[in-house]
DNA sequence: CCTACCGATCGGTAGG
DNA sequence: CCTACCGATCGGTAGG
């Protein structure tokens, strides 16, 4: 009835296609061969499965995308993902979750190599944006890209959890950006400048190609470039 | 084909609401009564169906929206919509060819009268800027926002289509952006100031609130607050 | 984790 | 544009 995903696992157990229907010879034993005693992996199928749906959810988005799917990506059956997940909201959840608690971790470690550097506002800035490119655009990165886009198919309570990481992740930027502000070097009201600048890094999703164009970290040049104001020139010390 | 911006017309043309089910007492004739004889709407229902769409793919996505919501937002049942759409696609279509081409207009309108006064790049920029806010956050603006976040959901042919008049709109900053960026008052490389700034705006879907927080105006004066360079104060003049 | 299945829903259609 | 439907698909489950 399904003989779908015949990934590499298993592939070509018989002349496949509909043969299964026609005449199954002998009876092989249900399932699949167990591991022998004692070995198990349950995390590791759990994984494959939030990695899988990271990238289907991305590509599809949540509502285009079916369990079948996921599960054919990993080369379960149907109805296996659900003994993994409760649910696919679940599954969904998940993929968030984990694209947070990376990101956030991430964001830390980047900015604490840059602390050790004598303190300046704008070199932060310069790291808080390219460690967000990457987590944006970076090798084997759909989970923030869903997180982001695709918010709309949780429930409440979900949304009020994923809300706090975010809330974690973006805290940070804040001294960063008040420091320059306060120097003059971000104009404007500091909370619109900063929905607007993360508005500029989220939406790179949409455009950024990894195989032509710029790179990350040209990427974040042209972010710092726009955001922030040029030093005036030394001559203006001068009276 | 396109009567865009079809506001308030035939508002409550009658009582409605779920009465037509509750009990049908004589036969009534198959169908709405029709008009007399020459006088025909469709154009009108149509445009009902679309403004329906707009709003419904907006709050719920394209693939979360149902064919049968939509028909019931203009009290129509669940087959009828495809008496005037061929598809749930053609539809999807239809809204953002819709709100595209309202935008062109309405930018091609504010633009015209900016022109009026002296030339000065930035205050063109705020021009479009302030107007891109508008079709974006404006009251009745559900068009744009799904063309931006359902493309997902069109068929190539469509995809192609809607790329050419997104061409055009943007066709129209390029002139000002350039401008700006010779006179040294947007840094960076054009092409991607241009990119930054389009998702800066754009991202504002995704946390505007009209209730509560800045005015379109506000929003305007703090992106070009944060995009473009402060003038060097006169004093700088003394060599 | 597979097998076998269910109930609900959905886009779409025939015919008037 | 309604009535009455259909075929396909989908999330999810029982039981092993």
Redesign the interface.
Known sequence: MNPLAARSRFALQVPVTVATKCAAPEKRPRGRPRKTAGERDDGNRRVELINAAAKLFRK??F??TTTRDIAAAVGMHSGSPFYHFKSKGALLYAVMEQGMRTAILQQALGLRAAEKSPPDGAALLRVLIRNHFGVLLGPGSDFIPVML?ES??LTARQRTLLAKLRGDYEAVWEPVLNALHNAGR????VK??R??????????V??FDAKKG?SLE??A???????V??L?PAT?KTP
């Open positions: 599809n988005g509502d285009g886009y709309r198919s971000i104009k404007g009201q619109l400048a929905l607007l600048i993360f508005g500029a890094l989220n939406w790179s949409q455009w710029a040209e990427l040049d042209a972010a710092m470039a726009l955001f104001q040029t005036p203006l």
